[in-house]
């Protein structure tokens, strides 16, 4: 016999109840709620402010990290920011309804394959306050409840930003269950949220390596993974040099803190000589590890340690190999990309035709930076992660990515004989 | 420190390596090497059966159930059929390399979303020997590499089967390591199998309940479950009786033991007294077990034991139940369907409207058999089984479902500024 449901199934089918209620909410209701919500959010910024100044407080008083107060703060221009990017998310279309295909089969039955929300999508992430608004945002325009469980550090800021929300969502005629926040922040909780299986048909992680690795090992509900980025940016002996360099420094150093920035440099043993101290100067302020061809060309180049090629910097450092050949090279990027983002820089046909067929990732580049690799780059007008996983959703996840699809088939008594 | 790695970890990599390689074929390889194992297997038809003789001698020694043993047994029509199905396979289109959409940003980057194969497919099944080549040789078009585990009372067949696949692979200059049988049938096997999260981008189960509910608890490679049908027919009290006895008799007696067969019958209460009965008479030898007001009109229906409207009888068994309206049905399925396949007859527009948009399933059906949602059925050729979560394939599964996409940008040089 199951126990009573704990507070957090409780939760859970209180946003899988408001989940059906959205699910068959038209564009303009779901259009109406992010309206309410980013008017709300406005008017009510000095409200989430001091919720935030008490997170704040508490963080500095644990002794946290500035990069963590820093990812932690909001003023007003952020809220600002929130509230236009819910404006933004109601401007596209709305995804719900799309025929994906359709067709007639011999006996006249019509089957058509058309897009509906998910249901509950939940996200986990960590300190930032603004993904509150962003998932939130998302989840709704794409028919979904949002089931969201930030981090403890964020949750006076987070219940602020919900609250917000909710009364948007109720404003419009919607239940305020569409938007759900999880106030236990405890690691069991956080365990216990990631198996909800009868609550969560998708559960989406935004933060770091540790989390990842939890939802790999713990997680019993569906879920996309968006992952490291361990990118490479490969320099053909046919490149043109000029480009490389320019591919190279916007890849590495335009923000070097995000997932499709470059960590990695591989170059054709032909350039290689020419290539490297012409990088070493353009890159600048970035310390550079290498193999020890690399070095024997470079100078400024440093030992790589063992694990440097796999490992996703984020910070202003590029790992560098120089390879003798395009198989070495994509062999090099089989071992240790990420299947995030990788970018061949070449003129020959060839090389590029054979880097975007053989090398195994959400996204390869011929000739343009890995830093496009993201949702508003793509087009999609707004983003909840870039995916690494090849189940559902490989790349920019924008609201299609929230949705599934469900078969129509419309038959005159159609039997099967 | 990890340490050496197993022979199961061996194995996987094995088919990591040759997924590289079959991911790289054209579809002339790929037909080849099916149709070359499809030859194989009908000229070793008498190598396959003496090992099937094996494995139905030592499940009649440890008394095996008769449907076990039916299931278990090959015999030449049965081999000709799996051969058959190769060539079949053989004759598809590749879906390999089609491009899903594309188009060009105002920065002049090109996108295109082009399909790819997985990688490695894991499937994990039981008795049915037939499994072995049905699942390869869908895995193999796709361009990905088989890793199968079948059952142990089955390990003779399978050996067989696999052999003749793996030289019809060969045969076609691919690897032999694209079809890989793993030989260890323990449990243990069995759990760390769905743990290769570095060889497995997708497991498949093919199996009953138990094997679901291990996938869903144990498994931490991403899976598609192939999972019950706990379908229904809805008889609407605007409905066609005359239809509606059509399809419920197709429905739960053409093939009862099969996933989209129907379990229940949900009546409007206005036609009710005057179908259900109908209904009895025509679903004659079929066991009835209904709700108090479903017996109340029609007395051949036995009481419904409290969790025969969850259940999936997969037999000669319907249960009944009386609702006052739309709204009740829909409610009745979310309850109680398992989101496979669900059927409505009806001649009111708007009750077929709201039911296809309200209910939750992989498929809906207006006025036709659920017996329909099949790959075949759909005209994909084939199917690799039915999905029935809503991540990544959700319905029949064909070839489409066995791939992924990746985008291929290409630029002039193009950097983010």
Redesign the interface.
């Known amino acids: 016999m199951p126990g009573p449901p704990t507070d957090l199934e409780w939760l859970g089918r209180r946003a899988r109840a408001a989940s059906?209620q959205v699910?068959?909410a038209g564009r303009a209701a779901k259009d109406a709620a992010l309206l309410a919500g980013a008017d709300i959010l406005s008017h009510r910024a000095e409200e989430v402010l001091s919720a935030n100044a008490a997170d704040l407080d508490a963080a500095r008083d644990e002794g946290a990290a500035q990069t963590v107060v820093d990812r932690l703060r909001l003023d007003r221009g952020r809220i600002e920011s929130m509230a236009a990017g819910l404006r933004q998310v109601a401007s596209l279309d709305d995804p719900v309804g799309e025929i994906v295909d359709g067709?007639v089969?011999p006996n006249g039955?019509h089957?058509r394959r058309v897009r509906?929300p998910?249901?509950v999508v939940a996200v986990i992430y960590e300190n930032r306050p603004n993904v509150t608004s962003d998932a939130a945002g998302l989840c709704l325009k794409a028919g979904n409840a949002a089931f969201l469980r930030g981090s403890s550090g964020a949750l006076r800021s987070n219940q602020a930003i919900t609250a917000c929300l909710r009364e948007g969502v109720a404003k419009a005629g919607l239940p305020e269950d569409a938007v759900i926040l999880v106030e236990d922040t405890s690691r069991e909780a956080a365990l216990a949220f990631m198996q909800l299986?009868d609550s969560i048909?998708?559960l989406i992680p935004r933060g770091g390596p540790s989390l990842i690795e939890t939802i790999?090992?713990h997680a019993?509900v569906?879920y996309?993974i968006d992952g490291d980025g361990n990118c490479h940016v490969y320099v053909d002996a046919a490149a043109?040099l000029e480009?490389a360099l320019?591919?190279l420094?916007?890849?590495k150093t335009?923000r070097p803190g995000v997932c499709n920035a470059a960590e990695s440099l591989v170059v054709h043993a032909d350039v290689a000589g020419e290539f490297l101290p012409r990088a070493a100067r353009a890159l600048e302020g970035v310390e550079l590890v290498g193999d020890a061809r690399s070095q024997a060309l470079e100078p400024s180049i440093g030992p790589a340690q063992p694990d440097d090629f796999s490992r996703e910097f984020l910070d202003l450092k590029l790992s560098v190999a120089v390879v003798d050949d395009l198989d070495a090279a994509i062999d090099h990027i089989?071992v240790h990309g990420s299947g995030h983002s990788e970018a061949i820089v070449t003129t020959d046909l060839t090389a590029?035709e054979r880097f975007?067929?053989?090398v195994?990732?959400?996204?390869?580049?011929?000739?343009?930076?890995t830093?496009?690799?993201d949702g508003e780059?793509?087009?999609f007008g707004a983003e909840i992660g870039i995916s690494t996983?090849?189940?559902?959703a490989?790349?920019p996840m924008g609201l299609r990515q929230l949705t599934?699809?469900?078969?129509?088939?419309?038959?005159?008594?159609?039997?099967?004989?």
């Open positions: 059906r699910a068959r067709w089969r039955l089957i509906v998910l249901g299986r048909d998708c790999r090992t019993t569906p996309v043109d480009m320019s591919i420094v916007n890849a335009q089989a590029a975007t067929s053989e195994d990732a959400a996204a390869v580049l011929v000739n343009a930076s830093r496009f690799v780059e793509f087009g996983q090849k189940l559902h490989r790349g599934t699809v469900k078969y129509i088939v419309s038959g005159e008594g159609q039997i099967r004989s």
